[in-house]
């Protein structure tokens, strides 16, 4: 009896977030599947007219940019997802060590995920810039380069040079997990197989890795997440140009939506574009289930 | 912390100058790493402290050769940044409100009470927490012009509060799990009702827990670009990251405002993270990724 009544004062505690969830998340998602099949063209005439599945024949068959900003977007995440990774394994295994300080180290390496979006992308804007950026200035000066690098205006340099942003931006997450998951790792192990000779790259391939391995895997999923639909660094340092290099499938979206006016198409592609992610994420649900399950144990 | 591994090594001299050695080496990989990486950071500081006529000198100086605070108040007194200052307060704090109220006490009843269906509500905050917002912006500026509140406050609210809900639940999850559960079951022998123990016995309690979920949110918030970019169009309603990113047009190669905008936009959210790092962490890790 009291607990029935207490599993009914639980329904009543989640309503309110239930009601907001479907309203404003779950409802919305549906209401895109409808506008992916819906005309949704603000420079025509009735824009509710159902087309059905044109818009995704027109991404799927019909046009080459899909496909082309698919490829730029797989680039984008795997290059900034690994680069991510190796900086912050990197990171994690220095401040592993007791050594004097580390909190304002562990600190430190943290502060790029806390910089606002827009404050990141234009600080690199300007750091990048061709006449007065100061990476420029410092290549010149040292006789690297004898004239200034196009870093955002060449097509072949601006995929690099906004990846090296979203590494920037995104390994301090990546590293704060590796450094607790590292923390983890028995000490006894270590010293048992230094006793048993084992050097510094045995003990790190044999005992350091595998503790890593499913956090690793958690944590690469997490980031390629994010990262696939990440929007506002692309958007602002390089809005998908110099033609087109940098067009990933979220600034895609965002050109056909709300420039090209074309809703319905643009939200056709959104859902190609989530088709994709699910893959990730179903990996991710699995890889999390086994763990949280391994950990009850 | 650990006293087992350095005393073996404190009896072997040969042992003790390679563990300086590695020390030395560690250190000096940690200094390189902290200038690389904190080097943007330093750079917008510096540059922002910069006259104009130093931001685009041929000869670059690391350091302002004449320190000064102009830049800050020409952003501030010549531009509409102060506008969009208090758009962003407002938007990030009323978001924040609405979706902590709402999220503890769902966060509650999960971390609390077992009942069918829990499993289920779980497993929707993490899908819904993982729609990308690209995604959602489509049809909710559909549905927004809808409702006829496009170019509204309300409308960005509304947004904001939709997607921290998903996140604040699951953040505050851990730490009401994280209150005995004999405080309460001592309060219901006393005759105290269920809500009434969670309001006096629970909350406040889980007053920590709440200030970082707090924190988060209105950070989030003011920190949100892509729906305040799609929902509004008035100047004098953009919130603060669309503001900054329209000087780009508005004041074409005025790095001076531009830079010392960025730092204005950054302070307080640096300020709160150094403060409630610990918190911050704490929160990344049993929140976000671990459960």
């Known amino acids: 009896m009291y607990l029935q009544r207490r599993a009914r004062f639980a329904y009543f505690l989640i309503l309110p977030a239930v009601i907001v969830i479907a309203l404003l998340d779950v409802y919305p998602i549906i209401e895109g599947v409808i506008v992916s099949l819906q005309n949704q063209n603000q420079m025509r005439a009735n824009p509710e007219a159902f087309v059905g599945l044109k818009h995704y024949s027109r991404a799927l068959f019909d046009e080459q940019i899909f496909w082309y900003s698919l490829g730029r977007s797989l680039v984008w995440t795997v290059f900034a997802v690994a680069g991510g990774y190796v900086v912050a394994l990197a990171l994690a295994l220095l401040l592993n060590m007791e050594i004097w300080g580390r909190g304002i180290f562990r600190a430190l390496f943290l502060i790029p995920w806390v910089i606002p979006d827009v404050c990141t992308a234009l600080l690199w804007k300007w750091l990048y810039g061709d006449e007065f950026g100061v990476i420029n200035f410092l290549l010149v000066k040292s006789g690297i380069v004898s004239k200034p690098v196009l870093w955002l205006s060449d097509p072949n340099l601006a995929m690099p040079a906004v990846i090296f942003v979203q590494i920037w931006k995104l390994y301090p997450v990546m590293f704060i997990v590796l450094l607790a998951a590292l923390q983890n790792v028995p000490k006894e192990l270590h010293e048992a197989a230094t006793i048993d000779g084992a050097n510094v790259r045995q003990r790190f391939v044999y005992i350091t890795m595998p503790f890593l391995k499913k956090t690793s895997v958690i944590i690469t999923l997490l980031g390629c997440i994010w990262t696939f639909q990440a929007f506002d660094i692309i958007y602002l340092l390089t809005g998908g140009g110099p033609a087109n290099a940098t067009k990933t499938l979220p600034t895609l979206i965002y050109d056909k939506a709300f420039w090209g006016l074309e809703m319905g198409y643009a939200a056709a592609i959104a859902m190609l574009m989530l088709a994709g992610l699910l893959v990730f994420s179903i990996a991710y649900l699995l890889v999390y289930r086994t763990k949280t399950q391994a950990e009850a144990v | ?291």
């Open chain 2, 1 to 291: 912390m650990d006293g087992s591994m350095a005393t073996p090594k404190r009896d072997n001299p040969t042992m003790s100058r390679r563990a300086v050695i590695v020390l030395v080496v560690v250190y000096a990989l940690l200094a390189v790493a902290v200038t690389v990486i904190l080097f943007p950071v330093f750079w917008m500081a510096s540059s922002s402290l910069k006259p104009q006529s130093e931001l685009f000198a041929r000869n670059m100086t690391m350091l302002p050769v004449r320190w000064t605070l102009e830049n800050f108040r020409n952003v501030w007194e010549g531009t509409a940044f102060p506008t969009y200052f208090w758009n962003s307060f407002k938007v990030s704090a009323l978001s924040t409100a609405c979706s902590v109220i709402i999220s503890m006490y769902a966060a509650y009843a999960i971390a609390r009470i077992k009942f069918a269906g829990s499993y289920a509500f779980s497993l929707l905050l993490l899908i819904t927490q993982m729609f990308p917002h690209i995604l959602l912006v489509i049809p909710l500026f559909v549905i927004i012009q809808k409702l006829g509140l496009f170019n509204t406050h309300t409308a960005l609210v509304i947004a904001y509060t939709s997607f921290s809900i998903p996140f604040t639940v699951w953040m505050l999850r851990g730490f009401f799990e994280a209150i005995p559960a004999e405080l309460e079951e001592a309060a219901v022998i006393d005759g105290a009702s269920m809500m009434g123990t969670f309001h006096r016995i629970i909350l406040p309690l889980a007053g920590p827990g709440i200030a970082a979920v707090t924190m988060f949110g209105f950070i989030r918030g003011w920190n949100e670009f892509l729906f305040a970019l799609v929902l509004l169009q008035n100047h004098d309603l953009f919130t603060l990251p669309i503001g900054l990113a329209s000087f780009q047009e508005e004041y074409t190669f005025r790095w001076d405002l531009i830079l010392a905008g960025a730092s204005i936009i950054t302070l307080p959210v640096l300020f709160f993270f150094l403060v409630m790092q610990r918190f911050i962490v704490q929160g990344l890790l049993g929140g976000a990724v671990k459960g």
